[in-house]
């Protein structure tokens, strides 16, 4: 059945539902009607099972409501044939009052699946949908209403249909405010909405000169074979079109309601209908909502205005830090090269400065190393090379290449790393990681001061804990300890960019892990970094960790 994925078998579906409807003008009757809208729910049924089993159900929710439709509609002609016209409610009512929430579920599932956009999406959509309520309400809800002609129980039957085409609203709004709009498929559907909403309203304006081949049969025809065409158009939704659309069309989409607001009051004056208690609540409630939305999107503009002032201080600290760390090794590099390439440099004396200016390449390499990963982590296109780790081999190869420094800046370095604790990760990242944090304690660390590194597991966890008796850190810097290009207070002259911490997060998070600190000034710090442990060595099970994660 691979001919039902190309889009020439829609457009002949199309066609053909299309075709059928505009004969129904010439040929109205029962039997036509009836055909053509089970070939709706027939196009629909198709299409469900074309999907994957867990996208089935929406549509096959949609099927069984066309259907349910299709029986109400012969059950009021069998109840007509036996008593004349049916009273309000009769059997039909039963039936169409089983297939309104069948569609109305079929819609939720669909919008749960394509919308995302979280709680302002949801009130966009409250507001639209609410606001056609407000304008419809004196032209037909208050009809029935109101109505003293009709029973109770026939005034709440029939009103409650045009609450159902509301809901429907709602959710179309709903999806019509992601990038989901952008399928054929979403356009098919939300168009076939819109065309049985038109029918509806405009039955239950004319609801008691009603009769077969009215042109409003032609919307909730159209509307059939458009359900059925959406369910079989081949277009997916991919995961970047579940996001809202740009924050300038949502609110675009909102000046349809403040544009329809006087509307309502145009149209009571118009049918002379009086004010009520009702339409005041529902203007109160739809003013509520815009000057709540207001308020959002007042609080969102400050909330950008304060991500661009940090992006722009980032910025400048960036440029900051990246001329003072390339400007000092540069002018080395071109000190010792000029006193290297002179005449009267013999080989000896040339070959210490050459020595002296691949130290400091080496040290320009690894900042713009360190400015490529940071850039790479926060674009989400870095990956991690999973494998098992034992940590505790980590930990004491990091302390073996670190005592040299350690020794020359008579700093105690203890290593407590005797037992295994094998994870799954990257061991050149988790690696960086130790070297990091050894590092920095090692530079905080006042000549006769103490460094420990350890690593311990249980049966769950491996800790790595890297502690110091330095300077410590200030409650305040604390905060702030692992963003990018951040210096503490007091670590003036002393070398480094501030990327090394914001790395060291970054690789923590990847992994899924977590990275703590503790310290008080004066008296030391201490950071613990707890990973999930690799049962004997093996790599974990699932995703977890299989790329690194957006900085926060």
């Not at 990246?322 to 080395?332: A, K, M, N, Q």
């Not at 505790?392 to 604790?421: G, H, K, N, W, Y």
Request: aromatic share 8%.
């Amino acid at each position: 059945m691979s001919f039902l994925a190309d889009a020439r078998f829609v457009r002949a579906y199309i066609a053909l539902g299309l075709a059928a409807v505009v004969s129904y003008h010439w040929v109205p009757g029962n039997a036509a009607y009836w055909s053509i809208a089970l070939y709706g729910a027939l196009g629909v049924v198709v299409g469900a099972l074309r999907l994957p089993r867990g996208d089935r159900l929406p549509w096959l929710f949609l099927a069984g409501g066309i259907a349910l439709m299709v029986s109400g509609d012969i059950a009021w002609e069998i109840d007509a044939a036996i008593v004349g016209t049916p009273p309000t409610p009769n059997v039909s009512d039963a039936f169409y009052f089983l297939a309104y929430p069948l569609m109305a579920a079929a819609l939720v599932l669909m919008t749960r699946r394509v919308s995302k956009g979280g709680i302002g999406t949801a009130i966009d959509s409250a507001i639209i949908a609410l606001t056609f309520a407000t304008v419809l309400w004196p032209a037909l809800f208050a009809t029935f209403a109101e109505s003293g002609e009709q029973s109770l129980s026939a005034r709440l039957t029939v009103g409650t249909y045009p609450c159902w085409d509301l809901l429907f609203l709602l959710l179309s709004v709903r999806i019509a405010l992601t990038r989901a709009m952008h399928t054929r498929r979403m356009l098919l559907l939300i168009g076939a909405i819109a065309l049985f909403f038109i029918g509806d309203l405009f039955w239950f304006d004319s609801v008691h000169t009603y009769a077969l081949g009215d042109w409003m049969d032609f919307a909730w025809l159209g509307a059939y074979v458009g359900f059925g065409a959406a369910a079989l158009h081949p277009s997916a939704i991919s995961p970047e079109q579940t996001a809202p659309v740009t924050p300038f069309q949502r609110y675009l989409a909102l000046g349809v309601p403040v544009a329809l607001m006087p509307t309502a009051v145009v149209v009571e004056g118009i049918i002379g209908h009086e004010f009520t208690i009702v339409d005041g609540v529902l203007m109160s409630a739809l003013l509520f909502l815009l000057v709540g939305r207001l308020g959002t999107v007042v609080r969102g503009l400050g909330q950008v205005q304060r991500e661009l002032s940090e992006q722009n201080r980032l910025k400048d600290e960036l440029i900051s830090v990246v001329s003072h760390d390339l400007r000092t090794p540069l002018t080395s590099i071109m000190g010792y090269l000029e006193l290297a390439l002179a005449e009267d440099t013999d080989p000896d004396t040339g070959r210490r400065f050459l020595e002296v200016v691949q130290r400091n390449t080496g040290r320009l390499h690894r900042l713009v190393e360190d400015l490529l990963f940071v850039s790479r982590v926060h674009t989400g296109k870095e990956a991690l090379d999973l494998a098992p780790v034992d940590v505790a081999e980590l930990v004491r190869e990091t302390v073996a290449s670190a005592r040299p420094s350690a020794d020359a800046a008579d700093v105690a370095l203890d290593c407590d790393a005797d037992e295994p604790a094998w994870v799954s990760g990257d061991a050149h990242r988790l690696a960086e990681v130790l070297e990091n944090l050894v590092s920095n304690a090692l530079k905080f660390t006042p000549p006769g001061g103490r460094v420990r590194v350890a690593a311990s597991a249980d049966d769950e966890t491996v800790w790595l804990e890297v502690s110091d008796t330095g300077v410590g850190i200030a409650d305040d810097d604390r905060r702030h300890l692992f963003d990018r290009f951040f210096r503490a207070a007091g670590t003036d002259g002393i070398p480094g960019a501030g990327l090394g911490l914001s790395i060291v997060k970054a690789i923590v998070d990847a992994h899924e892990g977590r990275i703590d600190v503790r310290s008080a000034v004066g008296a030391g710090t201490t950071f613990v970094v707890r990973l999930s442990v690799g049962p004997d060595g093996l790599p974990l099970s699932g995703d977890a960790a299989s790329s690194l994660v957006r900085m926060a």
